[in-house]
């Protein structure tokens, strides 16, 4: 073998090598995320293990003082005479706000994809996306004072304003009103944000295929079927998977900051009622056992989810 063919030989082996020195320099970047994800995210996992005890918090913080009971915990939890109501009332809250929610961005992206102004196309995409950096904290100020019964109440000045003689009503002081305010609030922060997620897959698709479908005679609405929403399949059943993984799991931050006292028995989901059992009674080990079999239900859910998909569409997340 010849120097030249050796050198030609060992060149790619070495520029394969430099470049994997270069990535491994970029991995540094990575470092400091992983390492926040590891201390909120997986290091709290450990506590879980105070579900298994009856838990004294005066005996050390991580209880090793602490009977251990085994499944009691759960097992008090399945038995108490709200857990049917909360799994029925958390599973009405989330798969009611999937249905109404989960088109919303989709519908936003394929509107804003088919306008023709640029600049007006921006406007609108920034404006609504804006409310997702809202805390739930103000959104939930904000629905209280237009649907107060008070001079202020908006809502209430319209009906008012078409009918004169209507009568105030207090919305959020009827627990009834309760699910339909979680899903206004929710198309209205979120809907923006993710309509990015669907224009970015928009981008993804060859402007090829518009073309040739156009000189065939396509319709709009025929691009859009055979092209633009095959294109987003896989961007859906992502989302879908994440959804359906939430069915246990609705938004603490939205829920708790739109009850109040006179509505919160009729509306407590299982996070919200974690809350109260763990931080405001004190009931740390029953808490943990809740929160730990919502976890364990999630998990379920998203891993079924994950294969059902990949078997009909052949996309998913693991």
């Known amino acids: 073998m010849s120097v030249l063919t050796a050198k030609r030989t060992a060149s790619p082996k070495r520029g394969k090598r430099l470049k994997t020195q270069n990535v491994k320099v ?16 997986y290091l709290p996992m ?3 293990y ?32 709200k857990f049917y109501t909360l799994i029925g009332r958390t599973l009405l809250y989330s798969v009611t706000m999937m249905v109404a929610t989960f088109p919303a961005p989709l519908i936003l992206a394929l509107l804003l994809n088919e306008l023709r102004g640029e600049r007006f196309k921006k406007i609108v995409q920034t404006t609504s996306y804006i409310p997702h950096f809202v805390s739930w904290v103000t959104v939930a100020g904000l629905f209280y004072l ?9 809502v209430n000045n319209i009906r008012q304003f078409f009918d004169p003689g209507a009568e105030r009503i207090s919305f959020m002081q009827d627990a009834h009103n309760f699910l339909p305010v979680l899903v206004i609030s929710e198309i ?36 859009l079927r055979y092209i633009t929403l095959p294109g ?18 609705t938004n603490f931050d939205q829920v708790f900051n739109l009850q109040n006292k006179m509505i919160r028995l009729d509306t407590d989901t299982i996070g919200v009622y974690t809350y109260y059992q763990g931080l405001v009674s004190g009931q740390y080990s029953y808490s943990a056992a809740v929160g730990l079999f919502q976890g364990l239900v999630s998990f379920i859910l998203i891993m079924a ?12 997340i693991i």
């Open 26 to 41: 970029l991995y540094l970047f990575l470092l400091p995320a992983l390492a926040l994800t590891f201390v909120f995210a």
């Open 146 to 154: 237009f649907l107060t019964v008070d001079a202020t109440g908006l």
């Open 50 to 81: 105070i579900a298994f005890l009856d838990y004294d918090f005066n005996k050390g913080w991580f209880g090793f003082g602490s009977k251990f009971v085994g499944f009691d915990n759960f097992a008090k939890f399945l038995h108490d005479h």
């Open 305 to 316: 989810t994950n294969a059902t998909t990949k078997r009909l569409s052949n996309v998913g």
């Open 188 to 223: 209205w922060k979120e809907t923006g944000w993710g309509t990015i997620l669907y224009l970015a897959a928009l981008t993804t698709i060859d402007p090829q295929q518009y073309e040739a479908a156009q000189v065939d005679g396509a319709s709009r609405f025929q691009r």
């Open 232 to 249: 987003l399949v896989p961007t859906m059943c992502i989302l879908l998977i994440f959804s359906l993984s939430g069915l246990l799991a």
């Open 46 to 48: 450990f506590s879980n």
